[in-house]
């Protein structure tokens, strides 16, 4: 039996490296499997969405790498137009969508949401973003963009640029890269400072430094990942303006950059990183958002497979 069959998929804490290579080896097959052996994968089964929060690649590159296998979808992905609002609770959402798919993705805005519905849920959860803490698909497409584009993890120089202190992206990330033998320069505006209680574990493992200058490490990095600044979790609009537009990745700070570097972003981007570098080879977040479709089909498929694919 694979070991995620009928597993949730909670937190990247609980992923170590031989899972995450499982997973990658997965999606590596995924890619090269013919379209109409693809589609057997998941035949038959139902993929069941449940967005609290607004969502664009996550919940689409769901329903994209489900019907890559042969599924299909069904959720919500908008709240507002549920009965959520007219009073239902959490609880009894996940339990009526359980009832409904094969495996469930849930967004929440709370920390602790997807622990707290994969004990209501019979079928699995996985986890599509809570509060400010886990993401633990986006980290997975994260390290296998790395790792497919640059050919390796180990003993690559990252930066992770923007929103450090409500990115849950980043600290998902961390999570994952803390499995490897990485050195992690962590650059942001004082401000949006990487929360050091919720690094405290990490840091023991993971080689990191902190700067607010961008400039002082751009020529070392092997990654640049930038974050968008997380407007709506800013308790008073004043400190985000504050912050606004702090870092831009334009095509003069490129030319400070290695020239194998590559750029990611898990998206939406807003002013960080300029248009006129979508078209540069470093440009690789466009690339990493459909990454994301594959690597969701492989961990489709291991979920709902006994024995793999
Ligand atoms: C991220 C998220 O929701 O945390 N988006 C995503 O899933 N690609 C990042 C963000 O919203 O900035």
Same mark, same amino acid.
């Given at each position: 039996?694979?070991?995620?069959?009928?597993?949730?998929?909670?937190?990247?804490?609980?992923?170590?490296?031989?899972?995450?290579?499982?997973?990658?080896?997965?999606?590596?097959?995924?890619?090269?499997?013919?379209?109409?052996?693809?589609?057997?994968?998941?035949?038959?089964?139902?993929?069941?969405?449940?967005?609290?929060?607004?969502?664009?690649?996550?919940?689409?590159?769901?329903?994209?790498?489900?019907?890559?296998?042969?599924?299909?979808?069904?959720?919500?992905?908008?709240?507002?137009?549920?009965?959520?609002?007219? #009073?239902?609770?959490? &609880?009894?959402?996940?339990?009526?969508?359980?009832?409904?798919?094969?495996?469930?993705?849930?967004?929440?805005?709370?920390?602790?949401?997807?622990?707290?519905? &994969?004990?209501?849920?019979?079928?699995?959860?996985?986890?599509?973003?809570?509060?400010?803490?886990?993401?633990?698909?986006?980290?997975?497409?994260?390290?296998?963009?790395?790792?497919?584009?640059?050919?390796?993890?180990?003993?690559?120089?990252?930066?992770?640029? !923007?929103?450090?202190?409500?990115?849950?992206?980043?600290?998902?990330?961390?999570?994952?890269? !803390?499995?490897?033998?990485?050195?992690?320069?962590?650059?942001?505006?004082?401000?949006?400072?990487?929360?050091?209680?919720?690094?405290?574990?990490?840091?023991?493992?993971?080689?990191?430094?902190?700067?607010?200058?961008?400039?002082?490490?751009?020529?070392?990095?092997?990654?640049?990942?930038?974050?968008?600044?997380?407007?709506?979790?800013?308790?008073?609009?004043?400190?985000?303006?504050?912050?606004?537009?702090?870092?831009?990745?334009?095509?003069?700070?490129?030319?400070?950059?290695?020239?194998?570097?590559?750029?990611?972003?898990?998206?939406?981007?807003?002013?960080?990183?300029?248009?006129?570098?979508?078209?540069?080879?470093?440009?690789?977040?466009?690339?990493?958002?459909?990454? #994301?479709?594959?690597?969701? &089909?492989?961990?489709? !498929?291991?979920?709902?497979?006994?024995?793999?694919?």
């Amino acid at each position: 039996m694979n070991d995620f069959f009928q597993k949730d998929i909670i937190s990247i804490r609980d992923l170590d490296k031989q899972k995450l290579e499982t997973i990658f080896k997965a999606t590596d097959k995924v890619i090269n499997l013919d379209p109409n052996q693809r589609r057997e994968i998941a035949r038959g089964k139902t993929l069941g969405y449940l967005f609290f929060e607004p969502s664009t690649r996550t919940r689409l590159s769901f329903e994209a790498a489900m019907a890559s296998v042969g599924g299909t979808s069904l959720g919500i992905a908008d709240v507002t137009s549920s009965s959520t609002q007219k #009073g239902e609770s959490l &609880a009894d959402t996940v339990k009526i969508m359980s009832i409904y798919s094969d495996v469930l993705v849930l967004r929440h805005s709370l920390d602790g949401s997807s622990r707290f519905a &994969a004990e209501i849920s019979s079928e699995p959860i996985i986890n599509a973003g809570s509060g400010t803490e886990e993401h633990p698909t986006q980290a997975i497409q994260d390290l296998y963009t790395i790792k497919n584009i640059k050919k390796k993890i180990d003993g690559l120089k990252i930066g992770i640029v !923007g929103d450090l202190k409500y990115g849950r992206t980043v600290y998902s990330l961390l999570q994952g890269l !803390g499995n490897y033998d990485v050195n992690v320069s962590l650059i942001s505006p004082e401000p949006l400072k990487i929360r050091s209680d919720s690094v405290y574990e990490i840091k023991k493992r993971l080689d990191f430094s902190e700067t607010t200058n961008l400039e002082d490490v751009i020529d070392e990095l092997d990654v640049v990942y930038v974050t968008r600044i997380q407007k709506e979790r800013f308790p008073d609009e004043e400190e985000y303006i504050k912050v606004k537009g702090s870092y831009v990745i334009g095509l003069d700070l490129l030319k400070k950059m290695k020239d194998d570097a590559i750029i990611m972003h898990p998206l939406p981007r807003l002013d960080e990183i300029s248009t006129e570098v979508d078209k540069t080879p470093q440009a690789k977040y466009f690339q990493q958002a459909k990454f #994301g479709k594959y690597t969701r &089909a492989a961990l489709l !498929g291991l979920i709902l497979n006994e024995n793999g694919f």
